[in-house]
């Protein structure tokens, strides 16, 4: 986990899927302040409306020069603002069912449990905000969620959009990266990605 001045007040979830390569990577994004309005300045400056237009790592960034722009952008923060984790773990027996979301959401809420301990961040003055796709429901979010009693204190909101909940937009951008470079590697081919407009960061 990277360091920063200033202790976080808001962690944003989100996962990049890997059926083929059988890896999942979560992205835990711990920021400060008014971190959503930061993030609405980069989509701004690079063309882009938020609240309507949405960074995915499913959008296709060659034919989208201000859509790639605003990635670039959103690593950049990443790299240079705020404190981020990444979670990497296996899918063998997991499906994109109920079963699948349950298990997912399970190692999520584990990993961020050690994360927090090991880097002494209090739960209590921690909101956590989770991509609507990481529990299976609402009601399966909230039993999972009852398991890890470190995470208790912390504010919890299991099914946010990230069109409302921009920091959603740097968590999704930033697991996807890791993924990506993961995959290349795994496939012999390393992948270079710039974060934080400075250095280069390679598997």
């Known amino acids: 986990m ?11 979830i989100d996962e990049s899927i890997h059926t083929d390569e059988r890896f999942v990577v979560t992205s ?6 008014r971190f959503d309005r930061v993030v609405a300045g980069v989509l701004k400056k690079h063309g882009l409306i938020p609240g309507k237009d949405e960074v995915k790592s499913t959008a296709r960034m060659d034919q989208n020069p201000r859509m790639r722009a605003a990635r670039d952008g959103l690593l950049e923060l990443a790299g240079s603002k705020i404190q981020v984790a990444v979670y990497v773990g296996p899918i063998e027996s997991w499906r994109l069912g109920r079963f699948g979301r349950a298990a997912l959401g399970k190692h999520t809420l584990q990993a961020l449990q050690s994360t927090l301990i090991r880097n002494s961040l209090r739960p209590s003055r921690l909101s956590l905000y989770f991509d609507r796709d990481l529990f299976a429901s609402p009601r399966e979010a909230v039993r999972l969620f009852e398991l890890f009693h470190y995470l208790h204190p912390c504010g919890f909101h299991p099914k946010e959009d990230s069109r409302r909940r921009l920091g959603l937009q740097v968590a999704d951008t930033v697991a996807n990266s890791f993924g990506q470079i993961l995959k290349e590697h795994a496939r012999g081919k390393p992948k270079m990605v710039e974060i934080g407009g400075k250095g280069t960061g390679k598997s």
């Open 2 to 12: 990277s360091s920063s001045e200033r202790r976080p007040t808001q962690c944003y």
């Open 28 to 33: 835990f994004v711990f920021a400060s302040g």
